[in-house]
């Protein structure tokens, strides 16, 4: 059964601390999303890959988020310091170039105290 | 540009009852049109999905939508209302699998 995974699913850390979340796209996908759920905001694209290269990170603050794929089976997105205002849902999608729909992992559950 | 606009953030419905969701959309060009649904602590699902061809999509769970150009509008139904259907419903728009433009979501609820 092919899935999206995303580690940690829960995570609770205090304000300063680097927090790492990893994600594992389904084998084959090229195309990974990284998106940020919060009821204010909703969902926003934080960021996503080709290939392992970012396309397109403009939905991302720069001075404390960082995303990579350092090969094609895992993405990581980092927050370093983490702020209150990190605390969100989220969640990782990936799929084929050549297809049309995103596949979504379970998301990981950021609380920032 | 792309973007969604969801009617209504929550909806509630009786079980048995027409479940209808509203989306219309933005963008400059041919669009790609999604229905996902969330479910309390779990990732997004694909519903159903129109790129081209036939405008009446035909998704899991018995949800249908139409794919409207005039009206910009791709609209969820379902006839009958089941008490499992209460979730959060997301439509999003995209343009050749690059970004995904999500609505703000529409909360289902199913009233037995």
């Known amino acids: 059964d092919a899935r999206v995974t995303q580690t940690p699913r829960h995570k609770v850390t205090e304000m300063g601390q680097e927090v790492t979340m990893r994600c594992q796209p389904i084998l084959g996908h090229n195309t990974v999303f990284w998106y940020r759920q919060t009821m204010m905001q909703g969902l926003e694209l934080l960021a996503y890959f080709r290939n392992r290269a970012p396309l397109d990170d403009s939905g991302m603050p720069k001075d404390r988020f960082s995303a990579e794929m350092p090969d094609a089976t895992l993405a990581t997105l980092k927050i370093q310091p983490s702020e209150p205002r990190d605390s969100a849902v989220y969640f990782c999608a990936s799929g084929l170039e050549t297809g049309v729909e995103a596949f979504f992992g379970q998301g990981t559950r950021l609380t920032v105290v | 540009a792309q973007s969604v606009t969801q009617l209504g953030s929550h909806v509630s419905v009786s079980e048995g009852a027409l479940v209808l969701l509203r989306c219309n959309y933005s963008?400059?060009?041919?669009?790609?049109l999604f229905w996902y649904v969330q479910y309390p602590n779990q990732g997004l699902q694909l519903l159903l999905k129109y790129t081209t061809g036939a405008t009446l999509v035909k998704g899991i769970n018995g949800f249908e939508a139409e794919f409207k150009k005039s009206e910009t509008s791709f609209h969820l139904t379902k006839p009958s209302a089941h008490m499992s259907d209460a979730a959060e419903y997301f439509c999003?728009?995209?343009?050749?699998?690059?970004?995904?433009?999500f609505g703000s979501g529409t909360k289902l609820n199913v009233k037995p």
């Open positions: 999003a728009v995209s343009n050749n699998f690059n970004k995904f433009y």
């Open positions: 963008s400059s060009v041919p669009p790609y």
